[in-house]
């Protein structure tokens, strides 16, 4: 009798989350654009340097290094749903402000500097109770689904938003994409406003105050979060900076216009929104191993998507590159919520996404340094080859462990009760 396969669109039945689900996607759409104009932006004023995009990245990234530990400590403790809101309306002001700004033509570098750290403040505190905020939407069984999805919609925006970015920059100028930005902010609001509470699966609030250290110390004690974590720090570190290697790839290799960086752009989105689809019918939580497969066919793919020699080509191996990325993010992702105690997953996710995305400015910064003196490629190759020797290191333990069990007396067939415990531990911690 043929097993029925998930439906890959089950965690839409739930009301919230299809309400969660429609402002997403248009505040990310908003957001996809506003990182396109942007990025175009500073290249304008800056005459193309790698380097001051680069500060920039590094300026937007950097309160999530500094201060999302303590965004994971207020999503465990307060309500998240408010959280959300309250960090949603100051990032619509702050993209109200940029576009402003440029609008009036009083932009300097400066001005978009300071706005992307305080962004960065604000992403602090979203991102972890956003990512948090999914199980409390659908419960523990369909969260793998209902985070692919939310991996899908962000990547549709991905895909749809610097493609029209592009276009619109190209025909009225930056400005105007700042300004739809800030009003798609509005879309995320309205939906959480329109939620029903009663219907959140919520676990019960810890006795004493939220802390950190706690957190900490919950993951320390893990050793099947600890890989995936590791895993995520070296790809977020080297691998995940694409905000600053596909503009300098799209402009400086290829001397592409606004339009052709944006599909490149959406290529890489594309790639992304095929590898969360292929996750949606995941209903467990994956094995170690899969995590790290896919994070050794990213890193391979990054390597081999640095050498393109056109701008087709590019496009099609930054498309897959995208796509083992995803399924990479997609895979880290599940194993570290499902494993996680629910008391303590505002803080592990917290650090979930202070590993992946803060981390980001110390790579965009060598990434930029690297790409201004050994060319706009040379940041892929170094993202694709850090990630695949992350990879390799993290399968070691497992190989070198499989050959010293066959180099015992009778193989692998070893009837030891502790080793059979020891190999049992091993399977189940990653």
């Not at 929104?273 to 066919?297: E, K, Q, Y």
């Not at 995305?357 to 790409?371: D, H, I, R």
């Not at 497992?398 to 399977?427: E, F, I, N, Y």
């Amino acid at each position: 009798m043929a097993t029925k396969r998930p439906a890959p669109f089950r965690s839409l039945a739930v009301r919230n989350f299809r309400l969660f689900v429609l402002g997403q996607v248009v505040s990310a759409a908003g957001t996809w654009m506003m990182v396109t104009a942007q990025d175009w932006l500073v290249l304008a004023l800056t005459g193309d340097s790698g380097t001051a995009l680069g500060l920039v990245t590094a300026l937007q990234f950097t309160p999530l290094l500094l201060f999302t530990l303590y965004g994971g400590r207020l999503a465990d403790r307060y309500d998240k749903r408010l959280l959300l809101m309250v960090a949603n309306t100051a990032a619509g002001l702050l993209a109200l402000v940029s576009a402003l700004l440029v609008l009036t033509g009083s932009a300097r570098l400066w001005h978009i500097c300071l706005l992307a750290g305080c962004l960065g403040c604000v992403n602090a505190v979203e991102v972890p109770a956003r990512m948090a905020f999914v199980v409390e939407l659908v419960g523990a069984d369909l969260l793998p689904n209902a985070s692919a999805l939310s991996a899908a919609y962000f990547n549709t925006a991905r895909m749809a938003g610097p493609a029209v970015a592009g276009v619109l920059i190209a025909g009225f100028g930056v400005g105007p994409v700042m300004l739809i930005n800030a009003f798609s902010y509005l879309a995320t609001v309205t939906a959480l406003r329109l939620m029903r509470p009663a219907e959140f699966i919520r676990t019960r609030r810890p006795a004493r105050a939220a802390r950190v250290i706690d957190g900490l110390r919950h993951v320390r004690g893990r050793p099947d979060l600890l890989v995936p974590l590791f895993l995520v720090a070296a790809i977020g570190l080297f691998g995940f900076n694409f905000q600053l290697t596909l503009p300098l790839l799209a402009k400086a290799v290829f001397h592409a216009d606004a339009s052709a960086f944006g599909l490149l752009s959406s290529a890489f989105a594309a790639g992304s929104l095929l590898g969360a689809f292929a996750t949606t019918a995941r209903s467990g939580r994956p094995a170690a191993r899969t995590v790290i497969a896919s994070a050794a066919a990213f890193g391979v793919l990054e390597t081999v998507a640095g050498w393109s020699p056109d701008y087709v080509s590019a496009a099609v191996l930054v498309g897959l590159t995208g796509f083992a990325g995803i399924y990479f993010v997609q895979a880290a992702n599940h194993r570290v919520q499902l494993g996680s105690d629910p008391a303590y997953r505002g803080r592990v996710m917290a650090l979930y996404t202070l590993i992946l995305q803060g981390l980001t400015p110390l790579g965009a910064l060598l990434v930029g340094w690297l790409s201004m003196r050994a060319g706009a490629r040379s940041g892929l190759y170094l993202g694709g080859l850090a990630s695949l020797a992350a990879a390799l290191a993290a399968a070691a333990p497992s190989v070198l462990r499989r050959r010293r069990d066959a180099a015992l007396p009778g193989g692998s067939a070893v009837t030891s009760p502790q080793l059979h415990h020891d190999r049992k531990d091993v399977h189940d911690h990653g």
